[in-house]
């Protein structure tokens, strides 16, 4: 069966702690994975997309990365501003194509 | 800008009154999903369309309809809502398909 799995649930950081969100998947046949970031009461905001195992993708404190059956959400110094829930969906290489989200890791950074 | 818009944002109704929530795009995107998010379950997909009058089920069809008629409107349909169907639900729009969703910002529904 096609998984996403996404830990921990939560996870509470003082401001300029670094840490990983782990988003592991079994799926047959990955297209490209999808991190997303979601503000409570609002859509998920697109983040990066990587395709292949060895990619790594980077915007201001967050860095995301891929592997064969995992990616990791690297977030460095983070800031208040960065708590969210973060989601990852990967897009099967089936008929249409399916996008499957995980449940998501809900971020808390304190100042 | 660029956006995917939804109407209503809260919508409170009574079991069994038919409505539609209104889902418009303004990036000439081809492909177009409707979500439901229900706490522990994660996003689930309800009904997907990649083009103009083509759509197709996705994991949690059943009481829901959709058509699409026009590239930019993607409406979801509840001809007779039960109280299973609260939920808060999203619609999304992409160019292609690697790319990645842009999504509106929620309807929240209660069905009594």
């Known amino acids: 069966e096609d998984q996403v799995t996404q830990s921990p649930e939560a996870l509470r950081l003082q401001e300029g702690e670094s840490s990983s969100l782990n988003c592991s998947y079994t799926?047959?046949?990955?297209?490209?994975l999808f991190w997303y970031r979601q503000d409570p009461g609002k859509g998920p905001e697109f983040l990066f997309t990587?395709?292949?195992a060895g990619e790594e993708k980077e915007k201001e404190r967050l860095k995301a990365t891929l592997t064969k059956k995992e990616s990791f959400l690297h977030i460095t110094a983070p800031k208040p501003e960065d708590s969210a829930t973060y989601l990852c969906?990967?897009?099967?290489?089936?008929?249409?194509?399916?996008?499957?989200f995980g449940t998501g890791t809900r971020l808390l950074v304190s100042p | 800008e660029a956006q995917v818009t939804q109407n209503p944002r809260y919508l409170i109704t009574v079991t069994g009154k038919k409505l539609t929530v209104t889902c418009s795009q303004n990036?000439?995107?081809?492909?177009m999903s409707w979500y439901r998010q229900d706490p522990g379950l994660g996003l689930r997909q309800i009904y997907y369309s990649m083009n103009v009058e083509v759509t197709d089920k996705g994991d949690v069809p059943e009481g829901y309809k959709v058509s699409r008629k026009e590239k930019r409107n993607f409406p979801l349909i509840l001809e007779s809502p039960s109280p299973n169907q609260t939920s808060l639900y999203f619609c999304a729009s992409r160019l292609g398909v690697n790319y990645g969703y842009t999504f509106g910002s929620g309807t929240r529904l209660t069905v009594v």
């Open positions: 990587l395709y292949s």
């Open positions: 990036m000439n995107h081809e492909y």
């Open positions: 799926v047959s046949g990955l297209r490209g």
């Open positions: 969906a990967v897009l099967m290489n089936t008929g249409f194509q399916k996008l499957v």
